[in-house]
């Protein structure tokens, strides 16, 4: 079984940043994929970001492209979100998942592991 904690999330207001952490415990496979999440009240669960194994390839969806960073230390077993120019509408739970494999997916469905989620609540 494989637990995801996520930590990070908080009030902050429009145009500030928050970091997500999201630490890996107990039995994973050898190599995989993570990604960040995010539902908001009344809306579907979006990928906001995911990062191969090695971290040489990531997504970003286009509503968080230049504001927001994906990185991955797998010697600590530790995946991140650095979000920069916080809009309102960022305002989500925002949910770290992982997938067996190298390469990440676009799907919740690809996922077989998430964490509890944490809130991000930006005010305007």
């Known amino acids: 079984q494989v637990q995801l904690v996520e930590s990070g999330g908080g009030l902050v207001q429009a145009g500030g940043s928050l970091r997500l952490s999201c630490a890996a415990s107990?039995?994973?496979?050898?190599?995989?994929?993570m990604a960040w999440f995010r539902q908001a009240p009344g809306k579907e669960r979006e990928v906001v970001a995911a990062?191969?194994?090695?971290?040489?390839?990531?997504y970003l969806a286009d509503s968080v492209k230049g504001r927001f960073t994906i990185s991955r230390d797998n010697a600590k077993r530790t995946v991140y979100l650095q979000m920069n120019s916080l809009k309102p509408e960022d305002t989500a739970v925002y949910y770290c998942?992982?997938?067996?494999?190298?390469?990440?997916?676009?799907?919740?469905?690809?996922?077989?592991?998430w964490g509890q989620g944490t809130q991000v609540t930006v005010s305007s």
């Open positions: 990062i191969s194994w090695s971290g040489g390839s990531t």
């Open positions: 107990g039995r994973t496979a050898s190599r995989y994929a």
């Open positions: 998942a992982a997938k067996d494999g190298t390469y990440y997916g676009e799907s919740y469905s690809e996922y077989a592991y």
